[in-house]
């Protein structure tokens, strides 16, 4: 491709209304520009990229054994109506009327046509399993699409649905989705991370994402330095080592006035806030006598909301205390509650509960405790998990210890069970002659939103630096004034021929620009690498090869640069 | 590709509802199930095809130097306003409104959202000539979907939009189109048709259609047997080679009673209806006096509406006065009008116009006249084209005579001019810095049409017969009871995996089902080539290949499968 016969459609200033960084590089890129909120058109160079990651997604799949298939973007309401998901759903869902007056949907997700599919086409056990995928166009109505297209309304997914007899079939295919989705990652050539995730409001017990690691990520990934463990903190395990030492010091109340935060209350006492617990008060679960429960976490921990509204005494969702109902329920303010003669059941994390001599509010205002121990000075209390994980815990798989880093969630497997099976009366004849519900996994993978994540993980302050299976070209001719020079356009001239012929993606900038242009568009855009040529090199019929992720530069003859950039 | 792991979906039953042939064998070789009117999910063989066909469009398009993107499903309103065809489109056009009450539309063309990028993006004539296309789901909310994916309301489409600053640009690129238009054709195998159409409301001069030929065509097609002329009945130029030869009758009046059509009166008088011409009375333009003028045709040729309403005489859209507008300016009835003593002013065909000795309507009730001749017996009158072609007609080129076939639409280009570029404001600056309105070109082809169309020209009573080039397996594998003799199993299996491992896109019927079934199920889905796997030929170490459009059998050895299926 010449660049004079392309839309290059590079710009240099950074768009004022883009706040990350993938979002910024697409437009410089001219990757994208955007239609409406959250709406893109796909410029050349940036469906360039769009559809190679379609195709390793494509290719995965089709390996994996899944099917494509092609479902309408439009779909009947009646559908919804069945699965229950026309109430469920909120305005995220697009509910559209057409000239009849006939209620539809622009898809987000396509559980309900593929389930009724199945349905009238899948009769007997012998067509089981089946896993059916597409990569398509969807809607999502989302209140305030942001950051680009890593989160727009219209965007292509790749989703794919599996059917089954038993919950061992549904495994197994799970799992051989689970190595697709590593293979795809691989192949792209990005960090990433399989995470076990709360499967949410869709139903079913297990579930993954798949995030690709980048500190502009909106999650936050625990993960095993030795193993393959990682998960969402908010779902991570605390493992607790310690056991709680002898007591060392007496129970002492001390006046520490208008301290209330760890942090004030460790100033005050110099003190560590390892040191210390808090206790916060929530709603009790129907369970428990009282109408409050204490959570109790170390000082330098955090509640983990997920965690302890799983526990049996915690209402959920998960509802703190007022100010008001606190004093009401134990007689002192908030920053001064503690677990010595607590009125309200106490559930204290692992960590906690390994505390010594430790520091905490002696439920009266202004003031703590120091000195405090659990067995020595408190009652009843259940020990439990309810923090989240800190880098350097152990990680529960037992191997290693957890580093977090944040995480972009690209992909998202599910096992759903029998959730739209059953409600669209989805199954089949079994051996015997019965009739029985399937059971069903679907895997998504946000196509578009790969794009942005890649750039999130590869780029450096002059643009994005591709890996090379999602490039959208191999390499560029950069030709140094090759409007004075009829030699450098000459060879400049061959070598297109010459790599074009060899089914090599190559990008000529053949446009009348000074090199410094030429430069720091085609860093911005990310090719991975760059063939210089310039008079000085042709004096020795050589031209220069430019690495854009290591910057490195070397010079090779022109009759070896077919073979070299095949090499990489 | 494995039938047990596979979704065959064929059907024996032609499904009630289909109309035409491809809508049957779509559904019944498991291609396409309707979701809701107009709206279809592609099932795997269907979407083998549809992707193929996408590859050649895609492929040519690339060849001919236009450069994919891909532009939202949904556009937003103001476009359409901006370009006018908020008001103009009709009820097709889907309107639909997000979760903040703004209008958006669900796309069924692109010009406004390309032409408000390419304002955007293109400053100078140096971008310039630029062809963006993109292959991507359209709506369009037909109010009777009918036909199967021939007349649906979602459906995919090729749609590229050019760029120019000159006509004389627009139509080189216009030329590039047609040529590629003529290759993706070619390359899918069909007979096609491009062929000269009324651009309509679209506006712009130049337009071609490219029709598939196929009996089951809505479209009436007038072609040269010695040229590459084609084009819809509707435009065709009628050619008159006669002069009109010198009179041998005299005008005579006679009784033909309650004889008012040409068959009447031609079966009264025992005359051919090429020698009488019928007279059709229509709302006259501004520019005659009168409220009516008369366009008179041969007895066995049809007017041509289109041809009538261009000329200046009639008012357009062509209305035919009524019964008693006719007798009021006649003073006889529909039945019994002609050119002599006419009160309104005439425009005769030419082939009319080369009649003598003709039978015409005497404009009063119950009377025609013999041996009228125009010379001698009409009055003033104006000689135009207004009749539609016939088969046998001289081709207006030059070259050959007119033959008339049926087609499907499938693809259509056309000169836009400015008509979009003006409305949005799309220009550039010139080489002299003037600022300039760019002329638009837009070149559409129906993918998913394209689907049915090859059924409809390909196909015979066992089913599909595709184009090897869009065939959605390339050859199957049908062994015969497979189940019971091992050596069958083995061997169908050994030319599975070696067919596979040469890329060649291979199905292999592995279900436990009698030959018969298999037979039928894979002439209905209509691959090209089948390997049929027997006890008896493997006697003798071979296999039978079968050609599915020549039904030619072919005893080979098995291990000259893989070259000879390579070879076609």
Redesign the interface.
Known sequence: MRT????L?TQKEVPSDAEVISHQLMLRAGMV?K??AG??????TG?RV?NKVAHIVRDEMNKA?A??????????ADLWQESGRWEEYG??L?R?K??HDRD?V?GPTHEE?VT??VS???NSY??LP?N?YQIQ?K?R?E?RPRFGIMRG??FIMKDAYSFHLSNECLDSTYQLMHKAYCNIFERIGLEYRPVIADSGSIGGAVSHEFHVLAESGEDDIAFSNQSDYAANVELAEAITLETSPEATQDLQSVDTGSASTIQEVCELLSIEPAKTVKTLLVKASDEVATDLVALIVRGDHSLNDIKASKHAWVASPLEFANADEVVTATGASIGCLGPVQARVPLIVDASAAACADFVCGANQNNTHYTGANWQRDVGEFEIADIREVVAGDPSPCGKGNLEIRKGIEVGHIFQLGDKYSKAMNCGVLTETGKHEVLQMGCYGIGVTRIVAAAIEQNHDKFGIIWPDAIAPFKVVIIPMNMHKSHRVKEVAESLYSALSDANIEVLFDDRKERPGVMFADMELIGVPYSIVVGERNLDNQQVEIKNRRSNEKTVIAIDEVVDTIKSY
């Open positions: 004079s016969q392309y839309l459609a520009r239609v409406a709406m893109y058109n796909w410029l050349p469906l769009l054994g099917i494509e298939i092609n479902m309408p973007v439009v779909q009947p305005p995220e697009l559209i057409d000239r539809f622009l046509v009724a599919l009238n086409e899948v012998k067509q089946l059916l166009t809607f109505d209140v309304r219209e």
